[in-house]
T-cell receptor, first 114, second 110 residues
């Protein structure tokens, strides 16, 4: 089975712009979670989607949003970019999204905001 | 919500020695505790996990122990090798989502 894929792998944006990141889960996986990884904060949970519905949300401002399509692919959007949004954005897929499901990570999208 | 603390943040051990990384969690309802290894520039990969009905689990040189009463769990790596150098993250379930520790950078000294 192909692993979790993310596009693009690298992005450079300027403050105030918006960005859309894409995540394709492992075939058959219905849950996609998104995380922000920064050197000081580790892996911070953004949100989780299951069957096109957001089931869980972390403590991020409303500028961070996401969606999931019927084929389980997911996108996350960040509007009005700030310098502090520079980070590695990781998505992870799991079979059913139950808390004890194994999550498999994609390679990440490295976002740099100038 | 769940809070996971991980120690130490950095750890250097001589090749062949053992390494231990410890995590504590706050939500007594958490029942799944995975460990991920992230090599430089790569994605986090699951190396071992443990569920709350088990106290210890071992996979070759890697073992994890869980103490639900004290709400802490640990990763043990024996006979360390240079390829064990990486950042290790513990995590715990809480509120139906994984909460990660802040990571331990493990360096194996040849």
């Amino acid at each position: 089975k192909a692993g979790v894929t993310q596009t693009p792998r690298y992005l450079i944006k300027t403050r105030g712009q918006q960005v859309t990141l894409s995540c394709s889960p492992i075939s058959g996986h219905r849950s996609v979670s998104w995380y922000q990884q920064t050197p000081g904060q580790g892996l911070q949970f953004l949100f989780e989607y299951f069957s096109e519905t957001q089931r869980n949300k972390g403590n991020f401002p409303g500028r961070f949003s996401g969606r999931q399509f019927s084929n389980s692919r997911s996108e996350m959007n960040v509007s009005t970019l700030e310098l502090g949004d520079s980070a590695l954005y990781l998505c992870a897929s799991s079979l059913d999204g139950r808390a004890a499901d194994t999550q498999y990570f994609g390679p990440g999208t490295r976002l740099t905001v100038l | 919500g769940e809070n996971v603390e991980q120690h130490p943040s950095t750890l250097s051990v001589q090749e062949g020695d053992s390494a231990v990384i410890k995590c504590t969690y706050s939500d007594s309802a958490s029942n799944y505790f995975p460990w991920y290894k992230q090599e430089l520039g790569k994605r986090p990969q699951l190396i071992i996990d443990i569920r709350s009905n088990v106290g210890e689990k071992k996979d070759q040189r890697i073992a994890v122990t869980l103490n639900k009463t004290a709400k802490h769990f640990s990763l043990h790596i024996t006979e360390t090798q240079p390829e064990d150098s990486a950042v290790y993250f513990c995590a715990a379930t809480g509120n139906e989502k994984l909460t990660f520790g802040t990571g331990t950078r493990l360096t194996i000294i040849p």
